[in-house]
């Protein structure tokens, strides 16, 4: 099946280490998408990317990195800079096609920090 | 980047028709609305997107105002899988996307 994969579900790590969490996608979407989202608050955008090799920050992209080596991948690292980073990161991919189609979401991450 | 305004929540009795308000004032002429909902620790998932005219699928009915400053996402009829965060947001049509989303409607079924 086509879709958007996030691993894994739930991650502890201690504080100050840098985390990275994987997104991959088979649906060959060019644009993919990394937010963030706080208890009972909306999706806040981290990073974003339109094609390979390419990344632009979103709204919050302070202590976080990414990387777009591959179409199918576009992996986040929650690094030691980032001051409060236990939450739940969702990914998403969309095609660039238009009209504008669906974007599509992973599952999440549940990023907890102790 | 144009944004929209939701209610924070609303609640609905089951089995009855739900209307989900999204005013978008600044829409520009070639932006698409589209609706997404969030069940409780998942992501979230695509309803229904249009440009100016209504349109329908099996989840959901999207009525756009003529002057496409306001939509409505209509759900028919309501059950407890609706219970959900309902998101309206702008897509535009070209160049560099953000896909930003705000806070979201979260809708309440009372059984």
């Known amino acids: 099946d086509g879709g958007i994969t996030q691993s894994p579900k739930y991650l502890f790590r201690k504080e100050g280490q840098n985390v990275t969490l994987s997104c991959e996608q088979n649906?060959?979407?060019?644009?993919m998408y990394w937010y963030r989202q706080d208890p009972g608050q909306g999706l806040r955008l981290i990073y974003y990317?339109?094609?390979?090799?390419?990344?632009q920050k979103g709204d919050i992209a302070e202590g976080y990195s990414v990387s777009r080596e591959k179409k199918e991948s576009f992996p986040l690292t929650v690094t030691s800079a980032q001051k409060n980073p236990t939450a739940f990161y969702l990914c998403a991919s969309s095609t660039q096609e238009r009209p504008r189609a669906e974007a599509f979401f992973g599952q999440g991450t549940r990023l907890t920090v102790v | 980047d144009a944004k929209t305004t939701q209610p924070n929540s609303m609640e609905s009795n089951e089995e009855e028709p739900v209307h989900l308000p999204c005013n978008h004032s600044t829409i520009s002429g070639t932006d698409y609305i589209h609706w997404y909902r969030q069940l409780p620790s998942q992501g979230p998932e695509y309803v229904i997107h249009g440009l100016t005219s209504n349109v329908n699928n099996r989840m959901a009915s999207l009525a756009i105002a003529e002057d496409r400053k306001s939509s409505t996402l209509i759900l028919h009829r309501a059950t407890l899988r609706d219970a959900a965060v309902y998101y309206c947001?702008?897509?535009?049509?070209?160049?560099?996307?953000?896909?930003?989303f705000g806070t979201g409607t979260r809708l309440t079924i009372i059984p």
């Open positions: 947001i702008l897509r535009a049509n070209f160049g560099n996307e953000k896909l930003t």
């Open positions: 649906l060959n979407h060019d644009a």
């Open positions: 990317s339109q094609i390979v090799n390419d990344f």
